[in-house]
């Protein structure tokens, strides 16, 4: 039986995406070599887009920095957040492109930050990708907090009158 390792790196390479980032290493001359688990990271990318230190496309981490830095096991935490990208990049294929801009997106209008309500960012890890938690802007509160409290609302587990 394949591990989940194997059916996720097939599968970036079904949709596209894996092929996409190697496009990408190829066009900035961002050498790949082989990870963990069938990670390939791009050491060295060069361009300032995007700002982060790491960022993933299908299989492959690029990173501004050596793949040995990345490699490193005292940075194992930032390789695992990375590599949970790569497994949602198997499941949504290139639609995670628009759906993690529209994560960013939200979690900037919420929040003033890309990463803090971003649910990719939320489920690979924040602390782990160099993300923290950031308070929701003060008119996001009030709408939390109305939400909560409407009286349509129904506590988990109450039966519908209905």
């Not at 929701?136 to 039966?159: D, E, F, I, M, Q």
């Amino acid at each position: 039986m394949p591990t989940w390792h194997a059916v996720r790196s097939t599968l970036t390479w079904i949709n596209g995406t894996s092929l996409a980032a190697v496009a990408l290493a190829a066009a900035t001359r961002t050498p790949l070599v082989r990870g963990p688990g069938g990670v390939f990271v791009a050491g060295g990318y060069r361009l300032r887009v995007p700002r982060q230190k790491c960022f993933t496309v299908g299989t492959v981490v690029f990173t501004k920095r050596t793949a040995d830095w990345l490699l490193d096991p005292e940075r194992a935490d930032l390789l695992a957040h990375e590599t949970r990208h790569v497994g949602q990049y198997a499941v949504l294929g290139p639609f995670f492109f628009p759906l993690y801009f529209a994560a960013c997106g939200w979690s900037y209008l919420v929040t003033g930050g890309y990463g803090a309500r971003n649910f990719f960012e939320r489920h690979a890890g924040l602390a782990a990708g160099g993300y923290r938690e950031l308070p929701l802007r003060p008119w996001a509160t009030r709408l939390r907090v109305r939400a909560a409290s409407s009286p349509n609302r129904r506590s988990p587990g109450t039966p519908s009158p209905h």
